[in-house]
């Protein structure tokens, strides 16, 4: 059984309280005290810990402490369309071994009466650590506040860089065992001015379905696209 704790709580010997949250979890799935349970903080930080059960609250002992070193990086940065469905991508990117989560402020994003906001950010957070509690990943993505796209195309991100495009080339089988960007417009698409600030920023644009896919279809595939990739290259 998996449980969070907050970052920089997992020393061993220390009795860590839990939240309400996680409290709630463990009487829903009828945690007996001293069972052992593991400890999870979403930054790479993992230990088993035996549970100590009150009326009303509960904490664990830690054990030993392990540190996860932190996967390779791979950010999906994606037009900050409906919230919905970019919560359903947070928790399939988690899955998936996603680093880092950019919405991105677009053209076309900003009249989606139902698109992210700023102030819904923490909740995808929070969203992103029950997901690793689920699948039992040391790391959450990490996911900031949503940046205007052509002030994030004039930072420079290292590595590979990829654009989801209808007519785009085919991405590479192969890459380099190093970080991947990939960007992902909104519906209705990036605007021509917003496509060459990414293009002439290095972005090469690639093709990743037969058809035009929705933001979060089109994440979740460059996601998994380019994480066997770099697999593949590893091998060479």
């Known amino acids: ?13 220390r009795r860590v309280a839990l939240d309400a949250v996680e409290v709630h979890h463990l009487r829903v799935r009828r945690a007996a005290a001293g069972a052992t349970v593991r400890l999870l903080d979403g930054a790479g930080s993992v230990a088993d810990g035996a549970l100590l059960i009150g009326r009303h609250d509960a904490s664990v002992e830690v054990g030993e402490v392990r540190a996860v070193p932190a996967p390779l990086p791979l950010t999906l940065a994606i037009g900050a369309g409906e ?64 940046v205007e796209l052509l002030a994030f195309a004039a ?30 417009g909104p519906e209705g698409g990036l605007t ?31 996601a998994i696209y380019a994480g066997i990739a770099r697999k593949r290259g590893a091998h060479v």
């Open 83 to 146: 919230r919905d469905r970019f919560a359903w991508l947070v928790e399939k990117a988690a899955e998936t071994g996603v680093t880092e989560i950019i919405p991105l402020r677009t053209d076309r994003s900003r009249d989606v009466a139902s698109r992210l906001r700023g102030g819904q950010v923490e909740r995808l957070r929070r969203r992103a650590l029950e997901t690793i509690k689920q699948c039992g990943s040391a790391w959450a993505p990490r996911i900031t506040e949503p």
């Open 192 to 222: 021509a001015e917003e496509r060459w600030a990414l293009e002439s920023s290095g972005y090469q644009p690639v093709r990743l379905g037969e058809h035009v896919l929705r933001f979060e279809t089109a994440a979740l595939a460059g």
């Open 1 to 13: 059984m998996h449980v969070l704790v907050p970052q920089g709580t997992l020393v061993a010997g």
């Open 155 to 184: 930072s420079h991100r290292p590595g590979v860089r990829w654009l989801a495009a209808i007519d785009g080339s085919q991405p590479p089988t192969e890459v380099a065992s190093g970080p991947v960007t990939i960007v992902v």
